[in-house]
Structure formats: C-alpha cells, structure tokens
C-alpha cells in the first residue's frame, strides 16, 4: 500500500493542524498512520476537510488508532453503538458539551482521544476552539508549577454546568447511566504517556475541587487555572464545514462548541478512543 502524500498547515503556533491530500475512506498505511499520530501528538488536534465517511467508515478510520469505547449517558446510532450523535436541534437553546472541557475527564480511563465528524451544520456559527494544556502548563511559574505537583482534582459528571449541557441528549436518548454520578480523582499536573510532556488536567467542565480540600477552598486556585488555560495564545480556533473531521488528543487539550447558531441544526458524528489512567 502506498503511502499517502499529506500536507500538514499548523492553525496557530500552540495548537491544531488542518491536513490535506488524504481521503480518510481508503485503507492506511502504516506509515500514513504513524505520521497522522505524530501529527495528533506535535499539533493536539487535527482536521481534515471533506471527508465522505459513513458511521462503519468512521469506525474503521477510528481503529487504526485504538479502540473504540462507549460514552456513558447518551445512546450511540443504533446499528454502531460506539458512534454517538452530537446534536442541537434547531429549536433547543443548550449544545452538548457548550463549556470548556476534555471529554469524561469523571472517568477513571478518561478518552485518549475523540474524533468527530461533522453531518449538518449551521450556515454560520458552532465553530470549536481548542486549547493546548501542555503550554498552558509551560506558562505558569516556578512556584505555581510546585504547588500545583502533588495536587489531584475531583472530576465530577455532576458538575452542573456541564450536565446541563447533556439534558436535552439524555432525556431524548438517554442510557440508565443517565442518572448515575460518576466521579474520579486526577492529577491537577499529568504526564503524557507517549509524548513524556506534562500538561494541566483540570477543566471547567469537570473539575470541582481539589483532594481533601471543599469546593470552596479550592475555587479560587481552580478559577485561577480555568481562566489561565483559554488564554487566547493557547487556542485555535476550527470553522466547520460538511465532512470536515476534528481529531483530538484528550489528554493534552480542551475544547468549547460554541453556541451561536440559535434557530439551525448542527449534527456530528463522535467516537471517542481508550485511553489510560492519567499519572
Ligand atoms: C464535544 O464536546 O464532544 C462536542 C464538540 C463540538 O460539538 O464541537
């Protein structure tokens, strides 16, 4: 199998990589795989443009680079269960998962990774940003970077902002788990395990205290973290169109749909990937 000719045009000097020359339907080479993974871990995201993939395609682009898991409260399509729609009809007021995050941070094995397809979009607006949370680390202090060593945060599902989020989703496909909390606690610092770069992992989303402290005591240093690590010079920002797929690494970035597009629907398709315990 031949490998690919690419080319990889970085969105902004921290964050995101939109590749071109690749039709994502075709069988890949190991060595197409292995440069799309060492662009995922140099860029945090990547995009790709017009790519006509169907849910089994989606599926078989998805294997190459790990497996496939479940999310836990919303149903996936009926035929491929692992593929979940990520929906705004055009009269609901709420997007799923409108507020900075990485994907099911609650989670004891958090995503590596999600990649997202987009169907039907807005004529303008629902636009994704991304954050880069390794220079978001790389940007604190001295002092800050030791206090912040030994910390871990609980990460919690029923964080109400982000739960709001998933309303509308759970009560038209919602699973049993739907009304199930389910928290963990991770490293405020983690270590990347493939690339060895430390990044910041907490997120608005999800995180509401620190360890052995109240959401209260700890609200101020999180506030601090949460406002630090959007700083525009850590973000890019992806304008959707038809066919256009996201690629990112969950364990280094952040992401926030934006909801501007009020009175239109915006349809994608998500798959997320195994990821590992984060150390
Ligand atoms: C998500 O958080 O997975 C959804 C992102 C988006 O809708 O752009």
């Known amino acids: 199998m031949p490998e690919r000719d690419m080319d990889i045009t970085p969105l902004s000097p921290s964050i995101g990589a939109e590749i071109s020359g690749l039709d994502l339907c075709d069988e890949l080479s190991p060595g197409t795989v292995l440069r799309l993974r060492e662009a995922l871990l140099t860029h945090g995201v990547i995009f790709f443009r017009d790519q006509d993939l169907d849910p089994g395609r989606l599926m078989t682009f998805a294997g190459y680079f790990g497996e496939a898991v479940e999310y836990p409260f919303v149903k996936g399509l009926a035929d491929f269960p692992l593929v979940v729609p990520i929906l705004k009809r055009a ?5 799923f998962g409108g507020i900075w995050h990485s994907d099911t941070a609650y989670l004891r094995e958090p ?6 397809h987009a169907k039907e979009l807005p004529p303008i607006g629902g636009d994704t940003l991304f954050a880069d949370m390794y220079a978001a680390y790389e940007a604190l202090s001295d002092g800050m970077k030791a206090l912040l060593a030994p910390l871990k945060a609980l990460n919690s599902s029923a964080a109400p902002a982000a739960a709001q989020t998933r309303k509308d989703r759970i009560e038209e496909s919602g699973k049993d788990a739907g ?3 389910t928290e963990a606690f991770h490293p405020v610092v983690r270590t990347h ?5 430390k990044a910041l992992y907490v997120n608005p989303g999800h995180s509401v205290r ?6 209260g ?4 240093l999180l506030d601090y973290l949460f406002a630090h690590q959007i700083r525009a010079e850590f973000t890019c920002r992806f304008k959707w169109s038809p066919g256009a797929v996201a690629f990112w690494d969950n364990r280094c970035t952040q992401h926030y749909p934006l909801n501007d597009y009020h009175g239109h629907k915006r349809l994608l398709h998500r798959i997320t990937l195994k990821g590992d315990v984060p150390r």
């Open 91 to 95: 009269e609901e007021t709420m997007n």
């Open 111 to 116: 995503p590596m990774a999600t990649i997202l």
């Open 179 to 181: 009304a199930l909390k």
């Open 193 to 197: 395990p493939e690339t060895g770069r």
């Open 210 to 215: 620190f360890d052995a402290m109240t959401p």
């Open 217 to 220: 005591e700890s609200a101020p």
